[in-house]
């Protein structure tokens, strides 16, 4: 069975740089066993926003989470929602602001840090509330959801790329390594997962800026990576249609065989 996904999202990753510093993942391109995309992140350019437009294919003006300080469950189907309703093992490694929108709102650490509940959303999960949350410990997070329960949809979720742009910027040495950073911990990873199965989506939320943030429309805030590995994809370069962040949700539901209503782009799958 090859209908199970781990979409990763690399919070606050710009295309450049994940274009330029994270050599395991170009190196799978040149094998042929990869291909890069650039995406342009939906407005705002905001985490909690294109969250929900990531894991729902809505854009955040019509989803309602229109800020970071939208702090309520999601009014639209999911992928989370969607698996779950169609009998799919759903889990999450990520940021608590997943759990606010798929779960329970408000966050509470004490119940909610580590989930495993099969009437939840998301049944499976391991949440972060410090911006500091090392990435290392966060992928080890996931793959212990991942051997432990095996589910069929999987998001990781990190956070240090963007805490570490938000400290010292978009143009800055500690920016690039710690994309270099997380290119490392795919490597550790990524053949496991393939040889498992799973289909796996890089990609992020928005990318960063010199001013120490993001949120607008300058390019570097907006263009962002999509990264496809696997067998059920075509890997052609010269699609004829751009790939749309709003597109990704409706992507991985095709991929896993499930109902839905959501657009994907067609030319990206080989089935």
Known sequence: MKNKVILVVLDGLNYQVARDCMGYLNGLIEQ??????PIQCELPSMSRPLYECILTGIRPVESGIANNDIARLSHNDSIFSLAKSQGKVTAA??????????NRAPYNAVRDRVTHDETMNIQHGCFYHWDHYPDEALFLDAE??????????????????????????????????????ADIYLSNYIE????DGYQVI???????????????????????????????????????KTVKQTEICGLVCQLMNLDHNKPYTQELLAL
């Open 202 to 240: 890089v990609t992020s939320d928005h990318g960063m800026n010199n001013d120490l943030s993001h949120g607008g429309i300058l390019p570097e805030e907006r263009e962002v990576p999509f990264f496809v590995i696997g067998d059920k994809f075509t890997h052609q370069q010269d699609i004829t």
């Open 93 to 102: 490694a990520a940021y608590h602001w997943v759990s606010e929108l798929y």
């Open 32 to 37: 042929q066993r990869a291909t890069l995309y």
């Open 144 to 181: 212990h959801l991942r051997r432990t329960y095996h589910p069929d949809f999987l998001l990781i979720h990190p956070m240090n790329i963007d805490d570490t742009g938000h400290k010292f910027g978009l143009d800055s040495r500690q920016y690039r390594n710690c994309a270099r950073g």
């Open 192 to 195: 496991q997962w393939l040889a």
